[in-house]
């Protein structure tokens, strides 16, 4: 039960992930600071001490997310895990870059920097991140669709879901390449946030058994042998020695 309860809890974090980015995105528009350089350079302290905050308890929720993810990924691909590998590579790249991030938009508040304030708006809202978005998510519904029979209808219907997706973010990062839409990016971030959305309440009613130990076969003990007494076997009787030549007779 213990472990159970700990798989849950793991597969939670995607709920700490989407409610810290979706705040922070709340913040922003409250405050008309959509950009993360504007955050950096305009916000208030309070204002840019709690969403650089809540943009790193994210990205620790994220790390978190993705092993988890992954783990599942492995049981059920099994063999070399090579997209557990991929998805646990590209969960932990977004969360670095989130983490990076947080560092330049200090390094912009501190020198009240416009050239860091704009590195920092294109490391959050720049295609950068769509590309391992794109794996993460791919990843995922490759294997849903190779065991799609091992899943619940909503889990064949998040993978299913998933692979389009996973082109679309290719797709909008080319796109964002030659135009920057901020459509794209928002439409970008949202539809992330709703797959780890749907992923994490997934992972919370289905993993619980992912750390489970497998319980032991009962092994059957042999019944106990019966000693049976069998009768000694007789000695041989002893030979009768040789006489010597010392010992002969003597003729009469």
């Known amino acids: 039960m213990r472990e159970s309860l700990y798989a849950r809890l793991a597969a939670a974090t ?4 989407v409610a810290s980015i979706a705040t922070v995105a709340i913040i922003g528009q409250a405050k008309d600071l959509k950009l993360a350089g504007d955050l950096a350079l305009r916000g208030g302290n309070e204002v840019f001490g709690w969403t650089t905050l ?5 990205a620790i929720a994220l790390f978190w997310f993705a092993s988890t993810f992954a783990a599942r990924i492995r049981r059920l691909e ?5 997209l557990a590998t991929t998805v646990a590579v590209s969960g932990a790249f977004i969360a670095g870059t989130l983490a990076l991030g947080i560092s330049v938009a200090y390094a912009a508040r501190s020198a009240n920097s416009v050239g860091l304030g704009a590195l920092t708006t294109a490391i959050y809202a720049g295609p950068g991140l769509f590309f391992p978005a ?3 998510v791919g990843a995922g519904s490759i294997v849903g669709l190779r065991h799609r029979e091992e899943l619940p209808i909503y889990g064949r219907v998040l993978a299913m879901l998933s692979a389009p997706l996973a082109l679309a973010y290719i797709g909008g990062a080319g796109l964002m390449l030659f135009k920057n839409y901020a459509w794209i990016n928002d439409t970008g971030y949202i539809t992330f946030l709703a797959f780890s959305l749907a992923l994490s309440v997934i992972g919370i009613m289905r ?3 992912m750390d489970m130990r497998p319980a032991e076969p009962e092994v059957e003990e042999p019944p106990a042998e019966v000693v049976q007494h069998q009768p000694r076997a007789r000695r041989p009787a ?3 020695a040789h006489r010597t030549a010392g010992t002969r007779r003597r003729a009469v």
Not at 54 to 58: N, P, Q, Y
Not at 78 to 82: A, D, F, I, K, L
């Open 78 to 82: 099994g063999g070399s895990g090579r």
């Open 54 to 58: 809540l943009t790193g308890v994210g």
């Open 207 to 209: 993993w619980g058994e």
């Open 134 to 136: 794109a794996v993460f």
């Open 238 to 240: 002893a030979a009768p």
């Open 14 to 17: 995607g709920l700490v992930f």
